[in-house]
Protein backbone atom coordinates (compact mmCIF):
# COMPACT_ATOMS: atom_id res chain seq x y z
CA UNK A 1 0.00 0.00 0.00
CA UNK A 2 1.32 3.16 -1.21
CA UNK A 3 1.33 6.13 0.42
CA UNK A 4 0.81 9.69 -0.47
CA UNK A 5 3.64 12.55 -0.59
CA UNK A 6 1.50 14.34 1.74
CA UNK A 7 0.72 12.11 4.29
CA UNK A 8 4.69 10.89 4.39
CA UNK A 9 5.41 14.45 4.82
CA UNK A 10 3.09 14.29 8.03
CA UNK A 11 4.12 11.01 8.62
CA UNK A 12 7.81 12.09 9.22
CA UNK A 13 7.23 15.52 11.11
CA UNK A 14 5.09 13.02 13.15
CA UNK A 15 8.19 11.07 13.90
CA UNK A 16 9.89 14.19 14.24
CA UNK A 17 8.29 15.61 16.73
CA UNK A 18 8.11 12.32 18.64
CA UNK A 19 11.43 12.45 18.92
CA UNK A 20 11.83 16.14 19.68
CA UNK A 21 9.37 15.50 22.43
CA UNK A 22 11.51 12.98 24.05
CA UNK A 23 14.72 15.03 23.19
CA UNK A 24 13.09 18.16 25.28
CA UNK A 25 11.99 15.76 27.97
CA UNK A 26 15.17 14.67 28.69
CA UNK A 27 16.88 17.97 28.33
CA UNK A 28 14.76 18.93 30.76
CA UNK A 29 16.24 17.06 33.46
CA UNK A 30 19.88 17.84 32.45
CA UNK A 31 19.85 22.04 31.64
CA UNK A 32 18.77 22.65 34.97
CA UNK A 33 22.29 24.41 36.55
CA UNK A 34 21.89 22.82 40.29
CA UNK A 35 21.38 19.10 38.34
CA UNK A 36 24.60 20.28 35.84
CA UNK A 37 26.62 20.93 38.76
CA UNK A 38 25.73 18.19 40.55
CA UNK A 39 26.95 16.02 36.79
CA UNK A 40 30.31 17.71 37.09
CA UNK A 41 31.08 17.16 40.50
CA UNK A 42 30.68 13.15 40.22
CA UNK A 43 33.70 11.41 40.29
CA UNK A 44 33.78 10.47 36.40
CA UNK A 45 36.24 8.00 34.52
CA UNK A 46 38.52 9.45 32.24
CA UNK A 47 36.92 7.93 28.78
CA UNK A 48 33.71 10.15 29.80
CA UNK A 49 32.96 12.59 26.73
CA UNK A 50 33.46 16.33 27.55
CA UNK A 51 30.02 18.29 28.27
CA UNK A 52 30.18 19.49 24.77
CA UNK A 53 30.07 16.24 22.85
CA UNK A 54 26.63 15.05 24.36
CA UNK A 55 24.45 18.00 22.37
CA UNK A 56 26.43 16.56 18.85
CA UNK A 57 26.06 13.29 19.20
CA UNK A 58 22.68 13.61 20.54
CA UNK A 59 21.19 15.68 17.56
CA UNK A 60 22.53 13.75 15.21
CA UNK A 61 21.14 10.25 17.04
CA UNK A 62 17.92 11.79 17.34
CA UNK A 63 17.28 12.50 13.65
CA UNK A 64 18.42 9.13 12.33
CA UNK A 65 15.71 7.76 15.17
CA UNK A 66 13.11 10.08 13.88
CA UNK A 67 14.17 8.60 9.96
CA UNK A 68 14.40 4.86 11.00
CA UNK A 69 10.63 5.27 12.97
CA UNK A 70 9.40 6.99 9.92
CA UNK A 71 10.97 4.56 7.41
CA UNK A 72 9.42 1.66 8.83
CA UNK A 73 5.79 3.46 8.80
CA UNK A 74 6.23 3.81 4.98
CA UNK A 75 6.81 0.10 4.66
CA UNK A 76 4.06 -1.92 4.00
CA UNK A 77 1.71 -2.87 6.97
CA UNK A 78 2.82 -6.11 8.02
CA UNK A 79 2.75 -8.05 11.67
CA UNK A 80 6.86 -7.26 11.53
CA UNK A 81 6.13 -3.66 10.69
CA UNK A 82 4.14 -3.16 13.46
CA UNK A 83 6.45 -4.89 16.14
CA UNK A 84 9.23 -2.80 14.46
CA UNK A 85 7.05 0.45 15.64
CA UNK A 86 5.79 -0.62 18.96
CA UNK A 87 9.69 -1.21 20.11
CA UNK A 88 10.46 2.10 18.22
CA UNK A 89 7.90 3.78 20.49
CA UNK A 90 9.39 2.08 23.66
CA UNK A 91 12.86 2.55 22.82
CA UNK A 92 11.71 6.65 22.54
CA UNK A 93 10.06 6.68 26.01
CA UNK A 94 13.46 4.36 27.63
CA UNK A 95 15.19 7.32 26.40
CA UNK A 96 13.28 10.13 27.27
CA UNK A 97 13.00 8.25 31.23
CA UNK A 98 16.60 8.14 31.47
CA UNK A 99 17.61 11.44 31.97
CA UNK A 100 14.66 11.75 34.28
CA UNK A 101 16.32 8.90 36.78
CA UNK A 102 20.03 9.92 36.19
CA UNK A 103 19.38 13.51 35.69
CA UNK A 104 16.41 14.35 37.71
CA UNK A 105 16.38 11.86 40.86
CA UNK A 106 19.86 11.50 40.34
CA UNK A 107 19.33 7.42 40.72
CA UNK A 108 22.33 6.16 38.68
CA UNK A 109 21.70 2.87 39.39
CA UNK A 110 18.06 2.96 38.63
CA UNK A 111 19.08 5.20 35.20
CA UNK A 112 21.31 2.38 34.69
CA UNK A 113 18.82 -0.78 34.70
CA UNK A 114 16.51 1.70 32.56
CA UNK A 115 19.71 1.90 30.01
CA UNK A 116 20.09 -1.88 30.33
CA UNK A 117 16.63 -2.18 28.90
CA UNK A 118 16.76 0.20 26.18
CA UNK A 119 19.79 -1.38 24.98
CA UNK A 120 17.88 -4.86 24.33
CA UNK A 121 15.02 -2.71 23.05
CA UNK A 122 17.42 -1.03 20.54
CA UNK A 123 18.58 -4.43 19.62
CA UNK A 124 15.61 -5.91 19.34
CA UNK A 125 14.39 -2.77 17.18
CA UNK A 126 17.15 -3.42 14.67
CA UNK A 127 16.32 -7.12 14.31
CA UNK A 128 12.38 -6.64 13.85
CA UNK A 129 13.51 -3.68 11.68
CA UNK A 130 16.00 -5.31 9.38
CA UNK A 131 13.28 -7.53 8.33
CA UNK A 132 11.04 -4.82 7.00
CA UNK A 133 13.79 -1.63 6.27
CA UNK A 134 17.63 -2.49 6.38
CA UNK A 135 18.67 1.32 6.48
CA UNK A 136 16.30 1.64 9.10
CA UNK A 137 17.97 -0.93 11.05
CA UNK A 138 20.91 0.08 10.17
CA UNK A 139 21.23 3.54 11.41
CA UNK A 140 20.39 2.71 14.97
CA UNK A 141 23.70 0.72 15.04
CA UNK A 142 25.44 3.83 16.06
CA UNK A 143 22.78 4.38 18.68
CA UNK A 144 23.07 1.23 19.99
CA UNK A 145 26.62 1.88 20.54
CA UNK A 146 26.22 4.95 22.02
CA UNK A 147 23.64 3.59 24.22
CA UNK A 148 26.12 0.94 25.57
CA UNK A 149 28.89 3.10 25.73
CA UNK A 150 26.47 5.23 28.19
CA UNK A 151 25.49 2.27 29.99
CA UNK A 152 29.27 1.34 30.49
CA UNK A 153 29.59 5.25 32.12
CA UNK A 154 26.87 4.91 34.32
CA UNK A 155 27.55 1.89 35.59
CA UNK A 156 31.27 3.19 36.19
CA UNK A 157 29.55 6.61 37.86
CA UNK A 158 28.09 4.90 40.04
CA UNK A 159 30.18 2.22 41.44
CA UNK A 160 32.68 5.54 41.73
CA UNK A 161 29.84 7.64 43.73
CA UNK A 162 27.90 5.02 45.74
CA UNK A 163 26.24 8.16 47.87
CA UNK A 164 25.09 9.58 44.52
Known amino acids: MAKSKSSSLIAFAAFGAATAAAAWYGARYSRNRDRSSWYR ?3 KPSFAPRDEAFPVVWTALYALIAWSGWRIWCAPPSRERNRALGLWMAQLAANARW ?16 VVALERMLLS ?12 AGVFVPYAAWVAFAGVLDAEIARRNPAA
Open 41 to 43: ELD
Open 125 to 136: YISAARNVDRAA
Open 99 to 114: SKLFFGQRHTLAALGD
